[in-house]
């Protein structure tokens, strides 16, 4: 069974970086899309990032555009979020996913989620 484990989440001030890291358990981790996602307090889960197995095919919630990198070394088994010039409204707990076909707007179903980590940015 793959599991998924994030790390990085943190306190940062705002227009400070954090890089979160997701790391699969399994050898399946290289054929399917993955992504993050975040949930803030009392608003529903939302889509930040994907990216598709082979790196190429990237998508970005408008929120996140020109702020936030997704990526991924399917030989660590690892996907990251580069996240840049945070903002207090980006403050949320982020959960990395892997999901079925390799659409990077992680339009299939989700295989399997992590436990998710928190990501507070201060004003």
């Known amino acids: 069974q793959v599991q998924l484990v994030e790390s990085g989440g943190g306190l940062v001030q705002a227009g400070g970086s954090l890089r979160l890291s997701c790391v699969a358990s399994?050898?399946?981790?290289?054929?399917?899309?993955m992504g993050w996602f975040r949930q803030a307090p009392g608003k529903e889960r939302e889509f930040v990032a994907g990216i598709s197995w082979g790196s190429t095919a990237i998508r970005y919630a408008d929120a996140v555009k020109g702020r936030f990198t997704i990526s991924r070394d399917n030989a660590k088994y690892t996907v990251y979020l580069q996240m840049n010039s945070l903002k207090p409204e980006d403050t949320a707990v982020y959960s990395c996913a892997c999901a079925r076909g390799n659409d990077a707007g992680m339009s299939g179903a989700i295989r399997y989620w992590g436990q998710g980590t928190q990501v507070t940015v201060s004003s």
């Open positions: 399994a050898r399946t981790f290289g054929a399917d899309a």
